[in-house]
């Protein structure tokens, strides 16, 4: 049986180092990528989701408080400089992860998250007291964001992992 601190490691995902920005899908390793971004925002105003803005250095990182990705490699298209390689040429491994302000710990009853995941990465496990909680499956998790504003807590993030998965893989 699992018990409470397995429960919460897969409700919290596994521990990770201090993340990186999110950068557009197909971006360079970060350091190549700050070196080779010179800050023109055609990926921002090429992304039809609006989800692309520029950081304090002018270089663009993903805000899912306004939508979610879908992958469309406009903004790889868009990229003059090769900072953001041709879609699907980089791995992407950003996933989301829950964390400790979900509502459904405090056992209120939502499912908001798993809801708005189109790829059913977010799944909730009964537990013995009667409370649902999620349940992220990393492995079918396509970093796309859409689980991040519907969110009522704020408690959804979505973050780089060492993890080296196609872009946008959803098993
Ligand atoms: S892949 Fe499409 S939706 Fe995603 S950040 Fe780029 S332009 Fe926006
Ligand atoms: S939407 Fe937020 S509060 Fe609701 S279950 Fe998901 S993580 Fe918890
Ligand atoms: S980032 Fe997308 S695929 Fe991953 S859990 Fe959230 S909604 Fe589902």
Redesign the pocket.
């Known amino acids: 049986m699992t018990n409470l601190l397995d429960r919460r490691a897969l409700l919290f995902g596994r521990s990770r180092p201090a993340a990186d920005p999110v950068r557009p899908p197909g971006a360079l390793p970060e350091a190549a990528f700050r070196s080779a971004c010179d800050g023109c925002a055609a990926c921002a105003t090429a992304c039809p989701a609006g989800i692309v803005r520029l950081d304090g250095g002018r270089r663009p990182i993903l805000d899912f408080s306004q939508g979610?990705c879908t992958f469309c490699a406009a903004c790889t298209e868009a990229c003059p400089t090769g900072a953001l390689a041709a879609a699907g040429a980089r791995p992407w491994t950003v996933?989301?992860a829950i964390g400790p302000a979900c509502l459904a710990v405090g056992g209120v009853a939502c499912r908001s998250?798993g809801d708005?995941?189109?790829?059913g990465?977010?799944r909730f496990s009964p537990c013995p007291d009667g409370r649902f909680l999620p349940v992220?499956r990393e492995e079918?998790?396509?970093?796309?964001?859409?689980?991040?504003s519907v969110c009522p807590a704020g408690a959804?993030a979505?973050r780089p992992t060492p993890a080296v998965l196609p872009l946008g893989r959803?098993s």
């Open positions: 979610e996933r989301a998250c708005a995941c189109g790829s990465a977010i992220l079918a998790c396509t970093g796309c964001g859409a689980c991040v959804v979505v959803a």
